[in-house]
């Protein structure tokens, strides 16, 4: 089945700082979503980004299918953007496969 | 109410207890799903219903039984738990199934068993 990675697994940055997150997948997709989980375990749906690039705010994502891998960029971060980033994407049928995520913790 | 709901958001209970989970999706949403998140593991898909009709059993033990009633409310059922069950529960919907629809989460129940 489908093989989806996260890097880095996990990340510390200072307050203000920007960062790169990449998710590689081993096959093509028609789907893929960017998803932050906050401390308390809500999944907060940030991109729906099959292709191309999306931005809202101080993140924006892009996704080249032809290359599998999709990054997520967040800019001048803040304290609010630490929990777990993942990646999802859709196998064939019904299910969805999710990366191991990426934990980021920022500094105040 | 907006989004999706899942109640209750803890839930402790022992090996021999029965319990249910709820989901309420307020979003007019045709699929709905389980997923399992324990400590430091991916999700784990665990069910999938599409227009009521179970689409997808992902190798969930009997232990864990779903119902869903109508496309708006989704059920899980407990018993006879094990302790490696205590895990975050999470309940998702899409406008059909996820190949090409974002999937929406709840704010899960963290179950624990004792």
């Known amino acids: 089945g489908i093989q989806v990675e996260q890097s880095p697994p996990d990340l510390i940055l200072q307050e203000g700082a920007n960062s790169t997150l990449r998710c590689n997948f081993s096959?093509?997709?028609?789907?893929l979503q960017w998803f932050h989980q906050n401390p308390w375990g809500q999944l907060i749906n940030l991109f729906y980004i099959p292709s191309g690039t999306k931005q809202n705010g101080r993140l924006s994502a892009t996704t080249v299918a032809t290359e599998r891998y999709s990054l997520l960029y967040i800019s001048s971060s803040q304290t609010t953007d630490s929990g777990v980033y993942f990646c999802a994407v859709p196998t064939g049928g019904f299910k969805t496969i999710f990366g191991a995520g990426t934990r980021l913790f920022v500094k105040a | 109410e907006t989004g999706v709901t899942q109640t209750p958001r803890h839930l402790v209970m022992g090996m021999t207890n029965k319990k249910s989970l709820k989901c309420e999706q307020h979003l007019g949403h045709n699929a709905m799903y389980w997923y399992k998140q324990s400590a430091k593991k991916p999700l784990e898909l665990m069910f999938v219903y599409n227009f009521k009709e179970q689409t997808e059993n992902n190798s969930v033990p009997s232990r864990f039984s779903p119902e869903c009633p109508n496309s708006s409310h989704l059920f899980l059922h407990l018993h006879t738990l094990q302790p490696e069950d205590s895990a975050l529960y999470l309940c998702?919907?899409?406008?059909?199934?996820?190949?090409?629809?974002?999937?929406?989460f709840g704010p899960g129940t963290r179950l624990t068993v004792t």
């Open positions: 096959d093509s997709v028609n789907n």
């Open positions: 998702a919907s899409s406008q059909a199934l996820a190949e090409s629809y974002e999937q929406y």
